[in-house]
């Protein structure tokens, strides 16, 4: 307990003032003070004015397996009138998870849960009854940590390791820490894929595959993904612009823009003609086609803007490698104008008047006219012009 309740003061909390009966002692002191003293075992500290953390050990050895040998909670006062903002919440949610990171490698706990004040009376689908553990939990909480052996059973090491959490982190007792929602006051996050995954044994890519399926809902409608590529035979090449998993669903700018240079394989993904590098899979109507290769995450997958805004396959298509085209040279220019949006209007352009080989030769003239401009100033205003 002594070991826990520094790890908690490591972290910038004080003990709670009433604890210490005005001592002016150290820090070490007190908790032996506070821990001598206490008879129930509770020992509470002060995060902010209005944020109390509390660590509690059951005093009784012969209890039950089933029962908490040690808890951990945080309790904030709703009536003290102050803002719950996004970065307070953020960081009282960061806090409690870096103490438990430090605390399990102390107590060294088989299994350990947790709940949020709206759903207690569903805790008893977090509590095992009876071993094997895996076997008698219903659902995981929003927070979980898996003893070695727990995580054997889970299906090893790199398989909980690849849990599509928020965060998952292995502790240096081998104990691993999973996260469900990185909302910590998300009270309709839905963690049933989480739950598959690890008590069921769902295999990812089939979680996957839901997943995409699910983020091309928008208000009860289907996106329809358009991806130039998706006609393309295995060795065909072409041009494509991807950005990284973090820029999807924000503002896309320039920076996030990547070009890569690609060729379709025989199991519909994308690889880089030069490296064999994944770069993404191929998106069909309503989604993402076929499975990740085994050896990369969803985080590892590029996505490609270009799949949902219908362009010319011939915008992509290239004949050579180091061949050029209307991604290409688009990609290439040095302007402060979006490149993406200019390519969606170029695009919108060929595709709303019908078009042919000579459109898409004329396309990729305006491009290389562009390029020729000195002033930069006037390659912007005629950007925004066309």
């Known amino acids: 307990m002594e070991q826990s309740v520094e790890k908690i003061i490591q972290h910038g909390l004080e ?21 001598s003293s206490n008879d129930q075992n509770i020992v509470s500290f002060e995060y902010d004015a209005y944020t109390t953390v509390r660590v509690w050990r059951d005093p009784d050895d012969t209890s039950a397996w089933t029962n908490p040998e040690l808890m951990l909670s945080l309790s904030i006062d709703g009536t003290a009138g102050f803002e719950n903002e996004a970065d307070i919440v953020e960081d009282r949610f960061d806090i409690l998870l870096d103490i438990v990171a430090d605390i399990v490698p102390v107590v060294k706990p088989e299994y350990c849960w947790g709940m949020l004040p709206h759903n207690h009376e569903h805790a008893v689908q977090y509590q095992p009854t009876e071993r094997p553990i895996v076997e008698h939990i219903d659902s995981l909480s929003w927070i979980s940590v898996f003893g070695p052996t727990l995580v054997a059973d889970l299906g090893g090491r790199d398989r909980v390791l690849s849990t599509p959490a928020a965060r998952v982190e292995e502790l240096e007792t081998g104990h691993i820490l999973v996260v469900k929602t990185a909302d910590f006051f998300d009270y309709n996050f839905d963690g049933d894929a989480i739950d598959q995954y690890l008590l069921e044994g769902t295999p990812l890519a089939e979680i996957e595959a839901e997943a995409s399926t699910s983020d091309s809902q928008v208000s009860g409608e289907t996106i329809a993904f358009d991806d130039p590529f998706r006609d393309f035979e295995p060795g065909d090449i ?149």
């Open 15 to 35: 003990l709670d003032p009433d604890q210490l009966d005005g001592t002016d002692v150290s820090p070490k002191q007190s908790v032996q003070e506070v821990l």
């Open 238 to 386: 072409g041009a494509d612009v991807v950005v990284e998993k973090d820029a999807v669903g924000g503002e896309i700018s320039n920076g996030d823009l990547h070009l890569r240079r690609v060729r379709v394989d025989e199991n519909s993904h994308l690889r880089d003609v030069k490296t064999n590098e994944f770069a993404r899979r191929l998106y069909g109507p309503d989604g993402q086609i076929g499975t990740l290769p085994s050896d990369i995450t969803t985080d590892e997958e590029q996505f490609s803007p270009l799949a949902l805004n219908g362009v010319p396959v011939e915008f992509v298509r290239l004949t050579v490698p180091d061949g050029e085209n209307v991604i290409t040279k688009c990609m290439a220019l040095d302007v402060d104008v979006n490149k993406f949006e200019f390519l969606v209007r170029l695009s919108t352009s060929v595709l709303d008047n019908g078009y042919d080989q000579a459109d898409i030769a004329a396309t990729e003239s305006l491009l290389d006219s562009i390029d020729s401009l000195e002033d930069q100033a006037n390659i912007d205003q005629l950007i925004r012009q066309l």
